[in-house]
């Protein structure tokens, strides 16, 4: 899918398409490089892929995957697992378009709400999820290894 014609050239560029077998080591790069666990490994990302993810997505531009997001749809609601973001390419919309074109095969799937948890320390992805209607629903305190919070974060599709 190319996105409209009002987005930035970088942005028109780019193919959502789900996540593939052949898809497995270049978003475990991803991963890894994005800091988000414990499935870093192509074996820890095929598993999440085949075991648990009902929806995963990705973001190609041209050859290179430079986004991932893997959703997983119980009865209506939805949990948003893993998304990450090229460090390289960052703040130019990928994010939030990869995860708007996730969140409607979710919706497609029966899903009328979206979850989440994340680290009150992950500031970039807390605007992520605020810029897209997100509320936060409840924090688990201390949830982290680090001692962070957890924030719950829940939105209607
Ligand atoms: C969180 C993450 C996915 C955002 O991806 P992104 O493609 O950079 O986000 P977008 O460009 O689509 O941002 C959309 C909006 O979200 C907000 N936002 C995103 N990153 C932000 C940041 N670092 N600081 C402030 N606001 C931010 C802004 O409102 C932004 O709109 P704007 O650029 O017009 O101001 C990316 O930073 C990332 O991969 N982080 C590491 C992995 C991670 O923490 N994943 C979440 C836990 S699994």
């Known amino acids: 899918m190319l996105i409209d014609d009002e987005a930035p050239p ?3 560029r780019m193919i959502y398409e789900p ?8 978003v475990a790069c991803l991963a890894e490089v994005s800091g988000v666990g414990p499935a870093t490994s192509e074996e820890g990302i095929r598993q999440m892929r085949e075991r648990v993810a ?3 997505w990705i973001a190609r531009d041209e050859g290179a995957v430079v986004a991932f997001a893997l959703l997983q749809v119980v009865l209506d609601e939805a949990e948003l ?3 990450g973001v090229d460090p390289e390419r960052r703040r ?3 994010g939030k378009a990869l995860l708007e074109r996730s969140f409607r095969a979710v919706g497609e799937r029966g899903a009328s709400v979206v979850f989440l948890e994340v680290s009150r320390a992950n500031v970039a992805a ?3 999820y605020e810029a ?3 509320a936060l629903s409840r924090v688990r305190a201390r949830y982290y290894e680090d001692g962070s919070d957890a ?7």
Not at 151 to 157: G, H, I, N, Q
Request: aromatic letters at 4%; proline letters at 0%; hydrophobic letters at 65%.
């Open 19 to 26: 996540l593939t077998a052949a898809h497995d080591a270049a």
């Open 10 to 12: 970088s942005l028109k």
């Open 132 to 134: 897209m209607g997100f």
């Open 126 to 128: 807390i605007a992520l």
């Open 151 to 157: 924030l719950v974060m829940t939105r209607a599709l």
């Open 54 to 56: 009902s929806e995963a």
């Open 81 to 83: 697992h893993l998304v």
């Open 92 to 94: 130019l919309g990928i």
